[in-house]
């Protein structure tokens, strides 16, 4: 039955002004997610400034200073220690938070979903009036998922090509004055213990990246085991920066229970939800396929040639909306749709 | 004892207008290399240029009209095409070719050397008075080859970034010119079916890295077994060209037979010879470390998280020095040791 006046929600964006903010503010507004009032939010910092929200503007509130009752939906686009802060005020006035910034990830009675893989879990959704959306993990899984369900994954090594977009908007104009000043030859300017991120390529952990966190490979590795709902699976991640400014690439090494043929994996990522699987004879890349789209892209699938019963695959992803904000805007998407 | 009047020898380098090239004659220079008469040779685009050998300035002559006659050593830095047809002629001129393009690798008959792995390997240069040296795999070798001693390899994944300059001199000039051009604001002009390079991640094949040759995986995977001397090893290779200038990083999983704990790993590549181990808190880079520099750096070395008898190592190498002319130069100073 169609209401003829369907349900509007409130929702607030926190972070408002930051990346991954913006791009929360971008899909509402693309997807036409059925909200009514629309809080945009930020810490001192920057609230006062206004942020676009479908070609209007929207003034940016103190987060500080909001009160969060009548709000239904709350997704907080933070850093961690901001959320832990403001995650517990928006569930004591009511609200449904969903938690981008890792904070929550690791509690056991707070959700941890990637649509494509476990909306069911969104059901204990009223335990804590927490949802946890992983960063990248969220970009993993489309592709993950119809593996581990055709052939088991047992084991799983990930060299992930992190953009510096996923450290935020001053790493992305960082890059951009190292770069320049190197260009015309000038020195670049570097704080002590600073790594060169211009035409360089620096190891990194994703708690580095993150600012806080847990330490690289754990917080991957549980959050691609919690989502897939497996604990047995063994994974390694190594984590690289490199000077691209958005998009995710990452090598993946599959090693699965039950043999699987390229050909059949093919078949399946062509069919599963969220994946662009491309032709072999094109090389997706971050600049080429990944920045500003949902998909997640899928090129090389091929034998892994150091293991039976392994796989290799190139994967990209926009980091800002399927490795982000877009997984959160699809699970508050599911949230409405059959839980408040 | 001392000779008064120690031999020199007759060295041609050919592709001495080349990147590689420079870099042979720079380090003949550094290494007090003995040589007598040094030819610089390279083919019709670009003779009739100067390179500097030791702060003097030689003449390029043309490798098609040479005489390899007199000539003891001949280094040939130019592609395998141009290797195919000048390597035969220098030989039966009664020369030793030290061949770095990859052309003669394959061959059962030419030894593969990486002088730190298998310079006993020298004593079959006679045999067709060619001795092939490896790219890339040069600079893993001397951190893999004490590792394989010690605890035996059995399997190995490799996540290598690319910098452009191992595709040569127009990779360098593209990426400033694409990188100035993105700065700008202004459009990026690719060929059709190019990728663009700056700010960007191409998953690429060694092959097409090289424009010749066979793929990537074999290509790396039967350099790396051959100087290890050991079939059995399993190894998969993903190469990526990342947006970085100098410097090879590569992401290294190591699996072995034995168990081998990641101290005893830093115990034995702290005295492994052309390796520097770095301490646990610095992250050895392209930019910071690897380039101009000689030795090949190791910066984390973990237990691989996903594997029992796992290891996971970060190694940066210089491409043109380690990574391709200094193994070159290392190989003939062993000639003229022993063999020549």
Redesign the interface.
């Given at each position: 039955m169609n209401s003829v006046q369907a349900r509007r929600y409130a929702v607030a964006v926190i972070g408002a002004t930051g990346m991954v903010g913006e791009a929360v503010l971008s899909l509402l507004a693309e997807r036409d997610f059925p909200a009514g009032k629309i809080h945009a939010l930020a810490s001192a910092r920057s609230f006062g400034e206004d942020v676009d929200y479908g070609g209007r503007s929207l003034p940016v509130g103190d987060l500080a200073a909001f009160d969060f009752a009548g709000v239904d939906l709350a997704i907080f686009a933070v850093p961690p220690a901001v959320a832990a802060e403001g995650i517990p005020r928006a569930v004591a006035a009511g609200s449904v938070a969903i938690d981008l910034s890792g904070q929550f990830a690791d509690e056991a009675d707070v959700p941890l979903v990637v649509p494509e893989a476990n909306p069911e879990a969104l059901a204990d959704c009223g335990r804590r009036g927490v949802v946890a959306s992983p960063g990248i993990v969220s970009a993993l899984i489309p592709v993950l998922k119809p593996l581990h369900a055709a052939a088991g994954i047992v084991?799983?090594?990930l060299?992930l090509?992190q953009p510096v977009s996923a450290a935020g908007r001053g790493a992305v104009e960082k890059l951009?004055r190292q770069?320049?000043a190197l260009?015309s030859a000038q020195p670049v300017e570097l704080a002590p213990d600073e790594?060169?991120a211009a035409?360089?390529?620096?190891?990194a952990t994703l708690a580095e990246a993150a600012g806080d966190g847990p330490p690289p490979?754990s917080r991957l590795?549980q959050d691609i085991r919690r989502v897939l709902g497996d604990a047995q699976i063994?994974?390694?991640?190594?984590v690289?920066r490199?000077?691209?400014?958005f998009g995710y690439?990452c090598?993946v090494?599959v090693e699965t229970r039950e043999p699987i043929e390229p050909v059949t994996v093919s078949k399946l990522l062509g069919q599963a939800p969220g994946v662009a699987l491309l032709s072999s004879s094109i090389?997706p890349?971050?600049?080429?396929h990944a920045s500003g789209r949902d998909e997640v892209f899928v090129?090389?699938i091929r034998r892994?040639?150091?293991?039976a019963c392994?796989l290799?695959l190139?994967v990209v992803a926009d980091n800002l909306r399927k490795g982000s904000a877009l997984n959160g805007v699809q699970i508050a998407e599911i949230l409405i749709k059959d839980y408040i």
């Open positions: 084991r799983l090594r060299g090509c951009a770069t320049a260009l790594i060169q035409f360089n390529v620096v190891p490979a590795a063994a994974i390694d991640a190594s690289m490199v000077p691209v400014f690439s090598q090494w090389r890349t971050a600049v080429g090129g090389t892994d040639q150091a293991q392994g290799y190139w």
